[in-house]
């Protein structure tokens, strides 16, 4: 195992925007001069299933994947697949969770149900957590829909690169007319305590 | 300058740069954006293709026109144009021609996981499969380069993962080519018997001479290190296995997996001590390496099934395993679903309460056969659900069992659905096919088709008629629903189900992701009227879940379709007035 690449994990749900956060991330880490893999997640996946995109950086990368007991972060869009994608992370490594809970059909339809307290039985597995409702503060900066540029936001706080280098990779990967809220919901994220 | 392409994006990066003309491919997942990122380029004549075997056929005429021609496809795709694949494989090309395959090991996005390397390899025609981004862009301008070098048609695999990826790019400048110029040659290009046979020698020749390039050729790299390892691997696995074992192990790296080298394997065998094959899916090198009497290790460790990682390869070659931590709760599962306002739906319910055998098709709408709908019985391939459904009326009847009826998007009816419904008029079936028009190829994410009036470039176009074709092909009964109005579509249904001929319903509504879709206010609950009966929940609308024991809308996901009030006896559900 290569210990001078980093692996960051976002998961989600299918339509959170998990695709744009993994490309915003890595133009970010691109920008920093690092060879860059993301893996991305396409086609039937999106409709509203579990997904999971892959970012690695380092001196040099070779496979795309992360796998269990490989990411240094995870960030996640959902509390549930915070919980189904723990294996992935490294012991003792960091979770920046919105703590939003979008049931999963068997839940809906009374053939499962969504497990309690799960923040707290994160904690206890060992691992950094950061919650935040980052629903709440994506209406904040004007759009429910930015909730992906939320939680990048707080993970930008985890890491040494500049907020400026942030913007920047934002202005690339978001289209001009949702920028300038994309801008807020990012600054919203960074300065969430 | 450096740039994160992904794979796809580096293909198209790669038919720019190699002065390619003419592109024409059907949307499949993993392949899609190659072609979406192609028309990006007006140098480059872009098209979708009805289906995998007309785009390809569309290529050729491209390339004995004398341009560089292009397709791409899945692996799927791949089977729908074997047809013409392996007769361009006879006569060779004039322009280049390259056809990128997209397989998906895992299938995250298909029905099976097939290995393309085997068409090549039944085809005859040689096969590059790049590793990363670079690769991409490189292995396609190399591509054609081999096409006119060889005469050949060349193959470009990839797999979800390559496809999928973003990785570091070098890109530059286009190099246009010029036509070359079309000579007639019926030896060469028409394939009746006389001629094919002289042909079939030409191509053992071609391969003979392809297998001498594959001894030398930079696409096959040797890396040493320690010698104690040797791996011969190629694709993604190659990425796996150098992430795995690092400098513990030397390295083939086969960046042309069919014709494959014999000389170049056998010396890398002769410098390690024990000698592993690292592939995905079939043991395609290896059984190459044993024709030859190669001692190597293969599917012994690894699987025929689904993708390889760089813990799998690190458990079975080095027997070490990585530590994590894990909940002690269950997890439910979290499969994908239609989406809130998707209006097939309504037409799931509807066959649901008719209790029909439904023959499913290829798109989004096999979703359908998910809880609660459960709405579907079979899918086996593109255009298979009329055919399916006609086969199983011939053999059941109506007196027998239940009624079969055919469910296939406006873009499957195109690709190949059509067919089928011209067999079922023709020999006086009596199944009811629905086409389900949601006026886009909603799977692979709004790619343009023959029903849409609109080009890939975006450029108005004529529009396929889908009644007058039904009624065109010999179908009597013909009529039109919209999903939205659920009891209508249960009726009509039923008419159709009991009705002594063949029909044809079409169901009309666009997608509800579309961005012209105009969408209603959300729906709210009213929980003094909710008693907590979980009818509404029976259509699978991931907007409606249990809060507090009543039924609640979810506001941001909701678009007001309405499908789900008429599921209440209460009354509860309401919109804004």
Redesign the interface.
């Known amino acids: 195992?290569?210990k001078d690449v980093t692996s960051i994990l976002i998961v989600g749900?299918?339509?959170q925007g998990t695709l744009l956060a993994s490309?915003l991330l890595?133009?970010v880490v691109?920008d920093q001069g690092y060879?860059?893999?993301?893996?991305?997640?396409?086609?039937?996946?999106?409709?509203?299933?579990?997904v999971v995109t892959y970012v690695k950086y380092g001196e040099k990368?070779?496979?795309?994947?992360i796998?269990?007991?490989?990411a240094d972060v995870m960030v996640a869009f959902e509390l549930?697949?915070a919980?189904?994608y723990?294996?992935?992370?490294?012991?003792g490594g960091t979770i920046v969770v919105n703590d939003q809970k979008i049931?999963?059909?068997?839940?809906?339809?009374?053939?499962?149900?969504?497990?309690q307290n799960?923040l707290e039985?994160?904690t206890a597995?060992?691992?950094k957590l950061l919650a935040m409702d980052g629903l709440a503060v994506a209406a904040e900066a004007g759009n429910?829909?930015a909730v992906n540029v939320v939680l990048m936001g707080a993970l930008a706080k985890q890491l040494p690169y500049p907020k400026e280098v942030w913007e920047k990779a934002l202005t690339k990967v978001v289209p001009p007319k949702f920028l300038e809220m994309n801008k807020r919901a990012f600054v919203l994220g960074y300065e969430h305590p | 300058m450096?740039e994160?392409l992904?794979g796809n994006q580096a293909v198209a990066r790669g038919l720019y740069e190699a002065g390619v003309r003419v592109v024409s491919s059907y949307p499949g997942?993993?392949s899609?954006?190659i072609t979406e990122y192609a028309v990006g380029y007006k140098e480059l004549y872009s098209e979708w293709a009805p289906n995998e075997k007309v785009a390809l056929e569309t290529s050729i005429g491209a390339s004995l026109g004398g341009a560089r021609a292009f397709s791409a496809m899945k692996h799927v795709g791949l089977n729908v144009a074997a047809d013409p694949l392996y007769t361009v494989s006879y006569t060779g090309v004039n322009g280049g021609l390259v056809i990128a395959v997209a397989d998906d090991p895992g299938m995250?996005?298909s029905q099976n996981e097939q290995d393309s390397r085997n068409h090549a390899k039944a085809s005859k025609v040689p096969m590059l499969e790049p590793a990363?981004s670079q690769e991409c862009l490189e292995y396609t301008k190399l591509a054609y380069a081999l096409s006119e070098e060889f005469d050949t048609p060349v193959l470009l695999r990839l797999t979800t993962?390559v496809s999928?990826?973003?990785?570091?790019c070098n890109v530059q400048e286009r190099q246009e080519k010029e036509l070359i110029p079309y000579k007639k040659d019926p030896q060469k290009y028409v394939m009746m018997p006389a001629m094919a046979r002289p042909r079939h020698v030409v191509v053992e020749e071609r391969t003979r001479r392809l297998t001498e390039y594959a001894e030398t050729s930079p696409l096959n790299r040797v890396e040493y290190h320690s010698k104690k390892i040797g791996v011969i691997t190629s694709g993604?696995s190659y990425?796996?296995a150098?992430?795995?074992l690092?400098e513990n192990a030397s390295y083939l790296k086969l960046g042309m997996v069919y014709p494959l080298p014999v000389r170049l394997i056998e010396e890398f065998a002769a410098q390690v001590d024990t000698l592993y094959v690292v592939e995905e899916l079939d043991d395609f090198i290896e059984t190459h390496c044993k024709k030859y009497g190669i001692p190597v290790i293969g599917k012994e460790l690894f699987s025929f099934c689904g993708e390889l990682?760089?813990?799998i390869i690190?458990e079975k070659l080095l027997n070490q395993k990585?530590?994590?931590?894990?909940?002690d709760?269950?997890?439910?599962?979290?499969?994908?679903?239609?989406?809130a306002g998707c209006p097939h739906r309504g037409i799931f319910y509807a066959l649901k309460k008719n209790k029909a055998f439904v023959s499913g098709d290829i798109g989004?709408y096999t979703?359908g056969a998910?809880?609660?709908l459960a709405a579907i019985d079979s899918c086996v391939c593109m255009g298979a659900s009329i055919p399916g459904a006609h086969g199983y009326s011939k053999a059941v009847g109506k007196e027998n069992g239940k009624a079969a009826v055919a469910v296939i998007g406006d873009s499957t009816f195109m690709h190949s659905g059509v067919t089928g419904l011209i067999n079922v008029a023709y020999n006086g079936g009596n199944t009811v096919t629905i086409i389900l028009d949601n006026s886009i190829t909603g799977?692979?994410?709004h790619q343009q088709n023959p029903t849409t009036g609109l080009t890939l470039s975006g450029d108005p176009t004529s529009k396929v008629d889908l009644e007058a074709l039904a009624k065109a092909v010999g179908i009597g009964r013909v009529r039109v629903v919209d999903p939205y109005y659920m009891s209508e579509c249960v009726e009509a249904i039923k008419e159709e189900m009991a009705a002594e001929e063949p029909s044809v319903i079409i169901s009309r509504r666009p997608c509800a992701l579309l961005k012209n879709v105009v969408h209603k206010p959300a729906l709210s609950i009213n929980r003094e009227a909710c008693t907590g009966c979980?009818a509404c929940?029976?259509i699978?609308c991931?907007a409606?879940?249990?809060y507090d024991k009543k039924a609640s809308i979810d506001a941001?996901q909701c678009v007001g379709c309405g499908q789900c009030v008429s599921l209440c006896r209460f009354g509860a559900i309401k919109g804004e007035e």
Not at chain 1, 86 to 91: A, E, M
Not at chain 2, 164 to 168: E, F, G, T
Request: with cysteine; aromatic share 4%; proline share 10%.
């Open positions: 195992m290569s749900v299918g339509g490309k890595g133009e691109c060879d860059v893999k993301v893996s991305e997640v396409h086609g039937m996946s999106q409709r509203g299933g579990s990368v070779y496979s795309p994947l796998d269990a007991g490989e549930l697949e919980v189904r723990l294996p992935f992370l490294k012991k049931d999963p059909m068997p839940v809906i339809i009374g053939s499962a149900q969504y497990p799960l039985e994160l597995a060992g691992v429910a829909k | 450096s994160l992904l997942t993993p899609t954006e995250h996005s990363d993962r999928h990826s973003r990785s570091l993604i990425q796996y150098r992430e795995a690092g990682s760089q813990s690190r990585n530590d994590f931590a894990q909940l709760v269950p997890v439910p599962g979290r499969p994908p679903v239609m989406c989004c979703l998910g809880a609660p799977m692979t994410g979980k929940f029976q699978g991931p409606i879940s249990l941001n």
